[in-house]
């Protein structure tokens, strides 16, 4: 069984930074492609990043791109996703989510196992 860790949501204000990580304790999903997702209240689930399993292909979404960065170091079982040049429209519950296979996806429905989720709140 897949246990995906998230931390390191919390309050910031708009134009600041966070770094979010997933990591995986039983070290289970080295192999597996990762992704980021977020949900705000009444909006449907999203991804905003995705990475392969050998960090390869990072892929963003549009309302991301050149803000978020996706990483990962398997030799710590961690997946990252750097937050720079927050706006109030990135307030949200964020997951990390392994793959079914080794690359990452934009899809939900390729994601089995999902982190508990993590509160980032971006204030004006």
């Known amino acids: 069984q897949v246990y995906l860790e998230t931390s390191g949501g919390g309050l910031v204000q708009a134009g600041g930074s966070l770094r979010l990580s997933c990591s995986d304790s039983?070290?289970?999903?080295?192999?597996?492609?990762m992704g980021w997702f977020r949900q705000a209240p009444g909006k449907e689930r999203e991804c905003v990043a995705n990475?392969?399993?050998?960090?390869?292909?990072?892929s963003y979404a549009d309302s991301v791109k050149g803000r978020f960065t996706i990483s990962r170091d398997n030799t710590k079982d961690t997946v990252y996703l750097q937050m720079d040049s927050l706006k109030t429209d990135d307030t949200a519950v964020y997951y990390c989510?392994?793959?079914?296979?080794?690359?990452?996806?934009?899809?939900?429905?390729?994601?089995?196992?999902w982190g508990q989720g993590t509160q980032v709140t971006v204030s004006s």
């Open positions: 989510a392994a793959a079914i296979g080794s690359l990452g996806s934009q899809q939900s429905s390729r994601y089995r196992y």
């Open positions: 039983r070290r289970t999903t080295r192999n597996n492609g």
């Open positions: 990475i392969d399993w050998n960090g390869g292909r990072p």
